[in-house]
Nanobody
Framework: QVQLVESGGGLVQAGGSLKLSCAAS????????MGWYRQAPGKQRAFVAS???????KYADSVKGRFTISRDNAKNTVILQMGSLRPEDTAVYYC?????????????????WGQGTQVTVSS
């Protein structure tokens, strides 16, 4: 099993910055894509950003130019640097990872979600 633990959430004023971190631990062969999703009150969970093992990135249109995703493969950690924050960025942010596990001589693919970290942006 793989556990994802997020950190770095908090309260920040509009225009400010926050850095979210997510560390993966447990038993796995490798981690492929990692990403961040968010869920605001009354809304569905939405994609924010993702990064492949080779550092290719994708961003939701709403955060392009403001957020930067990065990863440290050696540390199995993904980072979301958030800048120019807006009140509409307020949400619980969840870390996600796709990974491979080995069971005996077989390899399987699975996914894992973190428990989430609250980000609140005030006006």
């Amino acid at each position: 099993q793989v556990q994802l633990v997020e950190s770095g959430g908090g309260l920040v004023q509009a225009g400010g910055s926050l850095k979210l971190s997510c560390a993966a631990s447990g038993t796995f062969v490798s981690i492929d894509d990692m990403g961040w999703y968010r869920q605001a009150p009354g809304k569905q969970r939405a994609f924010v950003a993702s990064i492949t093992s080779s550092h290719g990135t994708k961003y939701a249109d709403s955060v392009k130019g403001r957020f930067t995703i990065s990863r440290d493969n050696a540390k199995n950690t993904v980072i979301l640097q958030m800048g120019s924050l807006r009140p509409e960025d307020t949400a619980v942010y969840y870390c996600h990872a796709d990974f491979e596990r080995r069971i005996r001589e077989f390899f399987t693919e699975d996914e894992s979600w973190g428990q989430g970290t609250q980000v609140t942006v005030s006006s």
